[in-house]
């Protein structure tokens, strides 16, 4: 205690740094990267980012995000961001914003998504550069429609790569699998009126680490003290809170399919009357996963290199958690550079 | 920066000059900062009130001067009230109760401000914090005390460290809904359902005569009024009124019955969901319960070794660690899972029984009922996927239309603008339209029409749903422009009105 004096002024100093810092924010910006909507239907957009050099690759990837939360993890502050890091190491990068759905879509499926969207998508990608085939990088729910898609149109993709992508439903200990698997998804999809709000998916993420959502605020008086620390933390913040809707019939199959029966791992997975055979997966895959990851744990994601068909494929782990891993600032060194490298060395 | 923030800021100020008022007495220096503070404050406000009548925050070199004024004065008190402390020596040894207490205010205001920042959702998450942060901190002097004396049964330990406060904190760390005593609940439950059924006997006869009692008091009121606000509203509720009264009568005996049914059967599925809670809250809040007294034994234990007590900072970590470790141990469990499944189901049960009771009551009513939007969500879902089937079966007859034959792997560039102009054909030499006039077509569509050889609205005039799909294909970035806006039929129009002229 015999420093009270000097923990008091540190205090009052560490104030007089906030009130600037607090008071200077009036706008906390997510997803600068400039871009434009390129293709849109419905509530559906994809967006083109701008570059002023000549792509490295001249295959351009298309990144499908998850229907949960939304893609401007991928580009959350402007020094640390994987799409422009991605940009900046040659490639030509699309995003798919999914929008955020309203009661109008319940009845929106996974076949609406996939065959729908992502093929349309696919398709105006492959129209607007006269190519045959284009490279599709997924993150995690997007991951996993990414994998269905190249597996129904091999054809079409020249390179996948899944980024904390789960797969494998039934053999891991994820308490989000362990719940999922007993739970009555019929009764809530019903009572939600068909659209699954995005509070209650953020609920069961939050619940799996119940004090992280307060943790996260220890000491958040020595991040407001620095301007760009605290623009950091809200940014975070913000990308947190933005979470969209999910569509109740999309929910309904990926729970029952995937989280309770686990069809795709065992190849019973149906899309549009199509059995979904990973095998038939067989251009180069990239399987990146997370060593922390307790949303998507890793024994959900590295069967992905079992199930399919590819001679080429690679599993690569980075240190950090399911979000960690795009914004902790080592792993997103070596990260996007990785991704960007295994790009360029496929594109002949 | 909004108004909001400046009046919190404000009271921050006045809250703080309060507090070191008590300093005057010891260093004269000390109320020197202050007088020029408010003066400068009156200035400031003086010429702020003549620039602006509006909130401060939309005059952004105000607030940022503001800010500034507050920030120096708050760096220039800090040596004043550092060079203060230092010269009075009894005030080195000791925190007085005024130093702590404004320390406090800082935090709290300063806590405050931040949390005005976060987006509104995450708040309530910010709050739970603070009050936990509160609850170690207003305690942690009794924790010390009770560790160094080795008091750190459970039993003493939930005495002196409210247990209502910990069920609050991890309660709201879970998301639960506070249920203090089950029986009390359940019985306020059962009371609210039997109202709610009493009330239902007499519902729509009663609210027939509610409403046309309203009516005729709004009538009354409003034909005294001169304003024409009044007058116009009474007409518009006129209106209303003889459209709705038809359906006064239309909810009747049945849906009473059924209505009555709902209740009762929501009141057991909520009763359900109330139990499930109930049990799945106190499976979590034992787990936790034991977090603190093991680790207060644990510190005795270290404290008799060699006298060490963990500071504050290790300790309340600490305890966020180990408590969400014992919280998701018990997560992990079936009986978790089970119950969780539970109070999730019978939760979802009651709101659809609701939800059922009020597509009952509505259904006659002239306005669309959720149950019909999602008839129409449906038929919108259905319509997309047959439309995109259609789109696919166009794209894969299109070369063949062209007499192109089909590749085995489908090519993306098979739609070529030859086999356009082969189709609408060829623009006579030298003729070119003005496409622009065409709705729907810019500057920029008009030059990539004109790239691909269409130049005239006789072209446009014989397009058809093969050459719109084609259009399509070749200029993705309008992809079913040429469908929507029906340029064969505008174009037509178009050459219709110029022959005339």
């Known amino acids: 205690m015999a420093n009270w004096t000097d923990n008091i002024v540190e205090k009052v100093n560490t104030a007089a740094d906030a009130i600037k810092n607090i008071g200077d924010i009036n706008e906390v910006d997510v997803a600068t990267a400039p871009r434009e909507v390129v293709w849109e239907d419905g509530k ?46 040659g490639i030509d990068v699309y995003v798919i914003d999914w929008g955020y759905p309203t009661r109008t879509d319940r009845y929106k499926s996974m076949e609406d998504y996939i065959l729908g969207d992502l093929n349309n998508c696919v398709d105006y990608v492959r129209n607007a550069h006269g190519i045959e085939k284009v490279n599709l990088l997924g993150v995690c729910q997007g991951g996993t429609f990414s994998l269905i898609y190249s597996a129904l149109n091999p054809d079409k993709i020249k390179n996948l790569i899944t980024l904390v992508t789960p797969v494998e439903f039934a053999d891991n200990d994820g308490l989000l699998f362990k719940w999922s698997r007993e739970m009555d998804v019929d009764t809530m999809v019903e009572s939600f009126g068909g659209l699954i709000p ?36 809200l940014r975070m913040e913000k990308w947190v809170s933005d979470s969209p809707a999910q569509a109740g019939e999309t929910y309904r199959k990926f729970i029952k399919d995937l989280y309770q029966q686990n069809k795709l791992a065992e190849g019973t997975f149906e899309l549009g009357g199509q059995i979904v ?35 080429d494929k690679e599993l690569m782990e980075f240190p950090g958690g399911h979000i960690g891993v795009f914004v902790g600032s080592r792993s997103q060194k070596m990260l996007t550079t990785a991704v960007a490298q295994w790009l360029v060395d496929r594109d002949k | 920066m909004n108004w909001m923030d400046l009046n919190k800021t404000g009271d921050f100020w006045k809250a703080w ?34 620039k602006t009548t509006g909130m401060l925050g939309n005059q952004p070199d105000l607030a940022r001067q503001w800010q500034d004024m ?94 209502a406060q910990y069920a609050d904190a991890v309660g709201k760390v879970m998301g639960f809904k506070p249920m203090k005593d089950l029986d009390e609940v359940t019985r306020q439950a059962n009371q609210f359902f039997e109202q709610l059924r009493a009330a239902a006997l007499k519902m729509f006869p009663a609210a027939e005569e509610q409403v046309l009692e309203m009516n005729e008091a709004f009538t009354n009121w409003s034909n005294q009024q001169t304003d024409q606000f009044f007058p116009f509203m009474n007409s518009i509720k006129e209106v209303m009124k003889q459209n709705l009264e038809p359906y006064f009568h239309v909810t009747g005996d049945e849906t009473q019955a059924e209505v009555l049914r709902s209740l009762k059967e929501m009141q ?40 060490d007590m963990p500071s504050f900072d290790t300790f309340f970590t600490d305890y966020m660690n180990r408590l969400e470790n014992a919280i998701v ?127 005239s609205y006789k072209q446009l005039a014989k397009m058809d749903a093969t050459v719109y799909a084609m259009i399509d294909d070749l200029i993705p970035a309008f992809k079913g422009r040429a469908m929507r806006d029906d340029w064969a039929s505008q174009a037509r129009e178009l050459l219709k009105t110029n022959s005339l002229v």
């Not at chain 2, 709050?127 to 002097?141: G, H, L, P, R």
């Not at chain 2, 919108?380 to 794209?395: F, K, N, Q, V, Y």
């Open chain 2, 268 to 307: 057991f599925s909520y009763l359900a969901y109330l139990h499930h809670s109930a049990k799945l809250q106190k499976m979590v809040l034992d787990a936790g319960a034991q977090v603190l007294p093991s680790m207060m034994q644990e510190a005795r234990e270290s404290y008799n070794k060699d006298h």
């Open chain 1, 277 to 311: 055979d990973l095998k038939k997966i067989s251009m180069p895959v990239l399987t990146i996963y997370a060593k922390d990851d307790h949303i998507v744990p890793p024994d959900s994601t590295r069967p992905i290199n079992d199930l399919i068909g590819s001679k």
């Open chain 2, 70 to 163: 507050q920030g120096n004065f708050m760096k220039q008190w800090m040596d004043m009230a550092q060079q203060a402390m230092t010269k009075t020596p009894s005030m080195g040894t000791e925190p007085s109760d005024m130093w702590k207490q404004f320390a406090r205010q800082t935090e709290t205001w300063y806590a405050d401000a931040f949390k005005n920042k976060l987006p509104e959702q995450l708040r309530p998450h910010f709050q739970t914090y603070m009050d936990m942060y509160k609850m170690f901190t207003t305690q942690w002097e009794n924790i010390q005390g009770m560790i160094k004396n080795g008091l750190v049964e459970p039993k003493v330990i939930w005495q002196m460290v409210n247990p």
């Open chain 1, 198 to 233: 995005g509070d209650f998916l953020n609920f069961g993420f939050d619940l799996l680490k119940p004090m992280n959502k307060m943790r996260k605020y220890y000491g958040f008086n020595d991040v407001a003290k620095d301007k760009a620390s605290l623009m950091n933390f």
């Open chain 2, 17 to 50: 000059q309060d507090s070191v008022k008590g300093f005057a007495g010891q260093s004269q220096a000390s109320t020197d900062p202050m007088k020029e503070w408010w003066n400068q404050q009156e200035r400031f406000w003086k010429d702020a009130m003549e």
């Open chain 1, 44 to 89: 559906v957009k994809l967006f083109h980012f701008t570059r002023n050099e000549k792509p490295k690759a001249k295959t351009p990837v298309i990144i499908s995000y998850a229907l949960v939360n939304r893609w401007a993890m991928m580009d959350l502050q402007p020094d640390r961001s994987f799409i422009r890091k991605l940009i900046s190491e």
């Open chain 2, 329 to 455: 141990e018990t997560m992990h469990t079936e009986e978790y899972t089970v119950t969780q499944n539970q109070v999730l189901a019978s939760g979802a049960k009651s709101k659809m029984i609701y939800d059922e009771m009020l597509e009952n009551i509505f259904k006659d009513w002239p306005f669309m009922t959720k149950r019909e939007a999602d008839d129409l969500a449906k038929e919108t879902t259905l319509l997309r996927r047959r439309m995109r089937e259609l789109e696919a079966r166009i794209g894969a007859m299109t070369p063949e239309v062209n007499g192109v034959s089909k590749k085995s792997a489908p090519s993306p560039q098979v739609v070529s603008s030859d086999a356009v102009i082969n189709l609408i054909g060829k623009a006579e030499k030298g003729k070119s339209d003005d496409l622009k006039e065409i709705k729907g077509i810019g500057e920029k569509l008009e030059n990539l029409l004109n790239e691909i050889g269409i130049t």
